[in-house]
């Protein structure tokens, strides 16, 4: 890897200030309170799809191990519990074993928010506020009145989602029909007869895989941002599941075939938070991830009772580079290591 | 032979349902929802037709071996490129959809490297720059002296590229045929 000294780039980086400084703003006014927190923590939640930065504190004889916290999670959840109410963090976040590329860098900004009394449509809601609001700041307004930006060569209005459930996109992009989606053997078989490798992969590696080939590029190109939401139970991660016990309250949003954040309703049943952070911890021993504590504060919290809340996660270079109509996030900085 | 589709590079060749692809780009992508996957644009080095493809990180992928040979550049139709083996004086063609952009800075007469699969031209390696001779630009402003600022220049070979002001008509600059970015200033 090397350093690069980026000036060139001065334009986009003010604009990528603005974007952050607005979403300082818009959380302000409504009502969330901005909590600044520790990056190296000496235990984290287990998941089993990220890996993690370990290092150590030192001293004289003594060693301890630390690790960069991949997202604010643990310690969001922890306030929430207390009683904290609506709250974000907007802050660096790490993740190891992800080369950088035009959209990763293993460190990044990450904005999570939560909001509580509220499920995963109320923040699609607060989001659509957030990315109106962000176009009024940067001046991306018609004469009309309309908020809109171009990205690539398409014109995004801010006016509504396009919202499509995560069956309905496999229906529509990737000819798998509801059935087949949730039926694991069903779901193998039209894998295969796809072409897809099915050998030696999870149901969750070869939907990845699907969703990455035929459905992520379609997402966010039809004149406004997708919501693509209902994500398979075995997707759920810690989200809650809806009442057809199939699939889950989560969605993600899109850009121009862009993620750009990822929100559940928080799962609040302890029994049920206990199984899945169980099976990701597992997960992880097996994948033979970095070996972390797991936070126990963090599991007490659960215990004592996450309160009803919804949160979400978004990249916020990959948001300001949308906005700067850039392909790739390392031109938004001043400094790039790659 | 076999690699895990996670440590595909960009210039590789590989075999993928039974024909022989160049991959364009891979990019290592974790979705957050499965294991981690490799985005990569392949072309068909037959066709030239490019696809995208997400491969499983971990998915075993067949490499194939090429040859890579010294040859002259000749010439270009609407179709084709025409190279010469020094060795054997035997003539090559390769088709321009396997070139892509970088054609546009290629000089008769300049040698290059080709590949070649069952003594087939499949490809050729994009040198890391070239040297090409300004034929048409305009003179810089006087007192104009913003640093970084850039104006066109139409290289010997038809190409057009932004280099910086101080650069006049009849000197040799290098640019990168890739990226078409402007790199120095020359004497030849």
């Given at each position: 890897?090397?350093?690069?000294?980026?000036?060139?780039?001065?334009?986009?980086?003010?604009?990528?200030?603005?974007?952050?400084?607005?979403?300082?703003?818009?959380?302000?006014?409504r009502g969330y309170l901005k909590i600044e927190l520790p990056v190296l923590s000496p235990a984290l939640i287990p998941e089993s799809y990220l890996e993690v930065f370990k290092t150590e504190f030192r001293y004289l004889n003594e060693k301890e191990n630390l690790f960069l916290t991949p997202s604010p999670e643990l310690f969001l959840k922890r306030l929430l519990a207390y009683g904290i109410g609506d709250c974000y963090y907007l802050g660096k976040?790490?993740?190891?074993?992800?080369?950088?590329?035009?959209?990763?860098?293993?460190e990044f900004t990450m904005l999570e928010f939560y909001k509580v009394k509220a499920n995963y449509l109320?923040?699609?809601?607060?989001?659509?506020g957030l990315l109106n609001y962000i176009c009024i700041k940067l001046n991306r307004i018609t004469d009309t009145g309309e908020k809109t930006i171009i990205y690539g060569n398409k014109k995004i209005s801010f006016t509504q989602w396009e919202k499509i459930s995560v069956a309905e996109a496999f229906d529509r992009y990737a000819q798998i029909n509801s059935n087949e989606l949730f039926d694991e053997d069903l779901f193998f078989k039209k894998a295969e007869s796809k072409g897809y490798n099915i050998k030696q992969s999870s149901y969750t590696d070869i939907f990845s895989q699907i969703y990455v080939q035929e459905i992520e590029p379609s997402l966010g190109q039809n004149g406004y941002p997708t919501l693509i939401y209902n994500y398979p139970k075995k997707m759920a991660a810690l989200a809650k599941l809806n009442s057809d016990n199939q699939t889950a309250q989560r969605f993600e949003f899109y850009i121009g075939g862009i993620e750009l954040g990822?929100?559940?309703?928080?799962?609040?049943?302890?029994?049920?938070?206990?199984?899945?952070?169980?099976?990701?911890?597992?997960?992880?021993?097996q994948q033979k991830?970095?070996?972390?504590?797991?936070?126990?504060?963090?599991?007490?919290?659960?215990?004592?009772?996450?309160?009803?809340?919804?949160?979400?996660?978004?990249?916020?270079?990959?948001?300001?580079?949308?906005?700067?109509?850039?392909?790739?996030?390392?031109?938004?900085?001043?400094?790039?290591i790659d | 032979m076999m690699i895990?589709?996670?440590?595909?590079?960009?210039?590789?060749?590989?075999?993928?349902q039974n024909e022989i692809w160049q991959v364009q780009k891979a990019d290592f992508y974790s979705p957050g929802k499965g294991s981690a996957l490799m985005k990569a644009r392949i072309k068909n080095v037959l066709s030239g037709k490019n696809v995208e493809y997400a491969f499983k990180s971990g998915e075993g992928i067949e490499t194939v071996e090429v040859q890579s040979i010294e040859m002259q550049y000749l010439y270009k139709d609407a179709e084709n490129l025409y190279f010469m083996n020094e060795q054997n004086y035997e003539q090559y063609t390769l088709l321009l959809s396997l070139v892509g952009d970088i054609v546009k800075f290629l000089k008769d007469g300049d040698k290059y490297y080709v590949y070649l699969y069952d003594d087939k031209p499949i490809s050729m390696r994009p040198p890391a720059s070239v040297k090409l001779k300004v034929v048409e630009t305009e003179d810089a402003v006087k007192g104009d002296t913003v640093s970084g600022a850039k104006k066109q220049a139409k290289l010997e070979t038809g190409a057009v590229v932004m280099v910086p002001l101080f650069v006049k008509v009849g000197e040799t600059v290098t640019v990168n045929p890739e990226t078409g970015e402007y790199g120095e200033r020359v004497k030849i």
């Open positions: 890897m090397k350093i690069t000294t980026n000036v060139e780039n001065l334009n986009n980086y003010q604009l990528y200030l603005k974007v952050e400084e607005t979403i300082h703003e818009f959380l302000k006014t976040s790490f993740r190891n074993s992800d080369p950088p590329s035009s959209l990763h860098s293993f109320d923040i699609a809601d607060e989001l659509l990822d929100c559940y309703t928080e799962l609040t049943q302890w029994k049920e938070q206990q199984n899945r952070l169980m099976a990701e911890s597992k997960e992880r021993s991830k970095i070996k972390h504590p797991i936070d126990k504060g963090f599991i007490q919290a659960l215990q004592y009772g996450l309160t009803d809340c919804a949160g979400i996660a978004i990249g916020v270079e990959r948001l300001a580079m949308i906005y700067a109509n850039l392909d790739t996030i390392s031109k938004l900085k001043l400094i790039n | 895990n589709a996670g440590n595909l590079k960009k210039g590789e060749f590989i075999r993928y």
